[in-house]
T-cell receptor
């Protein structure tokens, strides 16, 4: 399955954070979503074969990496209070159904 | 722009009764629709999808969804609800405006509560 770490994280405004994801074996696509409290997940970006190939309405301080070993990262710089949310990683074969991890709950104080 | 709407924040059903969770969509072109479920402290789990073909789609855990093109709806249904079905349900649509990416647009979610 898809695993994410850490499960919970507390940061202060202005700091930087790195969230990690291990995709399901064999999946070539990883996407990241932000789920604010009481809302549906919002697409941040997608990586296919280690390159970003799609991005939602998020600023450049949200960036990512995808590695050949089925792992990936979401990096957020200059954290803001509104970045507090559940961050979900999802892996898939391109254009197929998404397999989600349990998420990382980020709190920015 | 592609979008989905879930008009009900919460649906309450007695165990054993049929349930319906509503979803309407707005897309340009043919829709590619999904239902996902989210249990507490868990990620989203795929239930079913509609691409083309039969308007009644069967999915996991006894759920099914009915695609209605004239009403632009994709309601989730189950003939007999279980207490264990209590969770947060999301309708979603694939944004087909990008040729090389599969961006999924989620609705705001409907909390389903099944009482014993």
């Amino acid at each position: 399955g898809v695993t994410q770490s850490p499960t919970h994280l507390i940061k202060t405004r202005g700091q930087q954070v790195t969230l990690r994801c291990s995709s399901q074996s064999g999946h070539n696509t990883v996407s990241w979503y932000q789920q604010a409290l009481g809302q549906g997940p919002q697409f941040i970006f997608q990586y296919y074969r280690e390159e970003e190939n799609g991005r939602g309405n998020f600023p450049p301080r949200f960036s990512g990496l995808q590695f050949p070993n089925d792992s990936s990262e979401l990096n957020v710089n200059a954290l803001e209070l509104d970045d507090s949310a559940l961050y979900l990683c999802a892996s898939s074969l391109l254009n197929e159904k998404l397999f989600f991890g349990s998420g990382t709950q980020l709190s920015v104080l | 722009a592609q979008s989905v709407a879930q008009p009900e924040d919460q649906v309450n059903v007695a165990e054993g009764n049929p349930l319906t969770v509503k979803c309407t969509y707005s897309v340009s072109g043919n829709p590619y629709l999904f239902w996902y479920v989210q249990y507490p402290n868990r990620g989203l789990q795929f239930l079913l999808k509609y691409i083309t073909g039969d308007n009644l789609v069967k999915g996991s855990y006894g759920f099914e969804a009915e695609f209605n093109k004239s009403q632009t709806s994709f309601h989730l249904k189950k003939p007999s609800a279980l207490v264990s079905d209590s969770a947060l349900y999301f309708c979603a649509v694939r944004d087909m405006s990008w040729s090389s990416a599969s961006k999924i647009i989620f609705g705001s979610g409907t909390r389903l509560s099944i009482r014993p």
